[in-house]
């Protein structure tokens, strides 16, 4: 455990720290706002739950994205092509408090996200964490137990599929 | 990665975001379950007044339970065999394990064992659907330890020119790996009911990828070495594990006591003869280069014989340990298909 991690405020800072970043990480994998919301709870109450048993969590980021991980491979998702519209609708991005998105530049990022389904979960877990969650190669290559090595090679082949999709 | 890809991801994340009243609402949820629950930390202070800090240092309880643990026999007996969903599994896996470890001189081998008793317990226990969220998170962690545990060793016998044991560790680990990934297959087979292990099956595969790394390593080496008779020891070495393994195997299929029951039905038998059918013609192309003196390509056959076998054993092992139909075809042969592509003509 953290040094420190004495009392509730400090597990409730753990989520003002990181709690946005594992609902984006959950958004990304089962693509749908309100369940992800509902996943990203989970995953810090089920953390609690298991800090309450008196196991010791070495790295919290870590583990929360573990959790989460966990989670998000236990629902099950209906491999259904939706338009942009209806992609739009499930991810509901939140253009509300920038009122300089564009119109284009949105289909643009529902587009990526519709082409990002069409990806292995492998290679959608790995651009996801490196470019959506801003992750660096070597704290991916810790969650996912690889060495670092490893995890550039499947970006970098993650990246090609991608670039293919478009074609 | 092309620039526009970088904007659009950037695009993307910030476009997922929170917005501060869903923060505040989700932050309130987890504050509410948080006090419905006793705090774990409080609960581990002591609130006797005969407690002093330095009792609850790390390395005195550990140095306690040893003591504890060695003058109590009973307690190491039943962690031993205790499962990972057990309370005394902590003390198999943190404290007489490393102990093991410790007293062990062939800490390569002692280390992939180890990997495969986690691999049977996690089997056992996703079958009988006894394991939860946590316990299964946990046990990535334990499992990635002691695969890293695994390939540092056998890195570590390369860099002292045990050549031969790095071998035999490598195979074995690979071995297991291979078979475990069938056996998880089979289990959802037999359990459909049995929690996910998707992530396990991830991270076999990647354990294979970093175990097949080192093994390109170690060919290079053995094939790099100036001293051609340690290359013929090796080669020698590797031939009689291979004699012992199909032993081993004959052994565990055919000798059945008069009035047994056959350990195997036909169908598992005919699977085991096909498989064993499969390394015999591996090992007879490993001869045929050893005599034409291609050397290299003799010792990159008669590797992928020995772990093979390994893996046939294991799925023996497994098939008689859970009580589940494990030997037979499954999709998973990614494994055995790049071991023979590396052979080829």
Redesign the interface.
């Known amino acids: 455990m953290e040094q420190g991690?004495?009392?509730?405020n400090?597990?409730?800072e753990s989520?003002?720290a990181y709690?946005?970043a594992i609902?984006?990480y959950c958004?990304?994998r089962v693509f749908d706002r309100e369940r992800a919301?509902d996943l990203?709870?989970e995953t810090?109450?089920?953390t609690?739950?298991?800090?309450?048993?008196?196991?010791e969590v070495e790295n919290m980021r870590a583990?929360l994205y573990?959790?989460a991980?966990?989670?998000c491979?236990?629902e099950f998702i209906r491999p259904k092509a939706y338009s942009l519209d209806e992609m739009k609708e499930k991810?509901d991005?939140?253009?509300?408090?920038?009122k300089t998105?564009s119109l284009e530049?949105?289909a643009?990022?529902v587009l990526?996200?519709e082409k990002m389904r069409l990806l292995s979960k492998?290679e959608r877990d790995l651009?996801t964490m490196r470019?959506?969650?801003?992750l660096a190669v070597s704290e991916i290559a810790q969650l996912?137990?690889?060495?670092p090595n490893?995890v550039s090679v499947k970006i970098r082949r993650a990246?090609e599929s991608?670039?293919k999709l478009y074609k | 990665m092309e620039k526009d890809f970088y904007s659009q991801f950037k695009n993307m994340s910030e476009g997922a975001r929170l917005s501060q009243k869903e923060k505040d609402f989700h932050r309130g949820e987890i504050l509410r379950f948080m006090e419905k629950q006793p705090s774990p930390y409080v609960d581990k202070k002591l609130s006797s007044p005969f407690y002093i800090g330095i009792f609850l240092k790390r390395h005195f309880i550990v140095a306690s339970l040893v003591i504890i643990l060695f003058s109590s026999g009973g307690i190491t007996i039943s962690a031993e065999s205790s499962l990972p969903n057990d309370y005394l599994y902590q003390i198999k896996t943190k404290i007489t394990e490393p102990v093991l470890v410790f007293l062990t001189s062939d800490k390569a081998k002692i280390k992939v064992a180890l990997v495969e008793r986690r691999f049977q317990e996690f089997s056992q226990v996703t079958l009988n659907e006894e394991i939860n969220l946590e316990d299964k998170t946990a046990f990535v962690s334990q499992l990635s330890l002691q695969v890293g545990g695994a390939h540092k060793e056998i890195k570590k016998l390369v860099q002292s020119k045990n050549t031969g044991k790095a071998i035999k560790a490598t195979n074995d680990l690979q071995s297991i790996l291979s078979a475990q990934n069938t056996v998880l297959e089979k289990i959802h087979i037999a359990n459909p009911e049995a929690e996910s292990t998707d992530d396990i099956e991830n991270f076999i595969e990647d354990s294979i990828e970093r175990t097949t790394e080192i093994e390109g390593d170690l060919t290079e080496t053995v094939n790099s070495k100036d001293d051609q008779s340690n290359s013929d020891e090796i080669t020698s070495d590797q031939k009689e594990e291979i004699s012992v393994s199909l032993e081993d195997i004959k052994n565990i299929t055919e000798s059945v006591p008069e009035g047994d029951t056959p350990n195997f039905d036909s169908e598992d038998q005919s699977y085991i003869n096909s498989k064993l059918s499969d390394i015999n013609e591996v090992l007879k192309r490993g001869d045929e280069k050893l005599l034409e003196g291609e050397k290299n390509d003799a010792f990159i056959l008669y590797n992928q014989a020995d772990q093979k076998l390994g893996e046939l054993k294991s799925l023996i092992d497994s098939d008689r340990e859970l009580g589940i139909d494990v030997l037979g075809e499954t999709n998973n042969t990614d494994f055995i298909n790049k071991s023979d592509s590396t052979t080829q003509n």
């Open positions: 991690y004495n009392d509730k400090k597990f409730i989520y003002d709690g946005e609902f984006r958004l990304f919301k990203m709870q810090f109450t089920r609690w739950e298991y800090l309450e048993k008196g196991k583990f573990k959790v991980h966990n989670l491979v236990n991810i991005f939140d253009p509300k408090d920038d998105v530049r949105d643009e990022v990526l996200v492998d651009l470019y959506v969650d801003d996912l137990d690889m060495i490893t990246e991608l670039k």
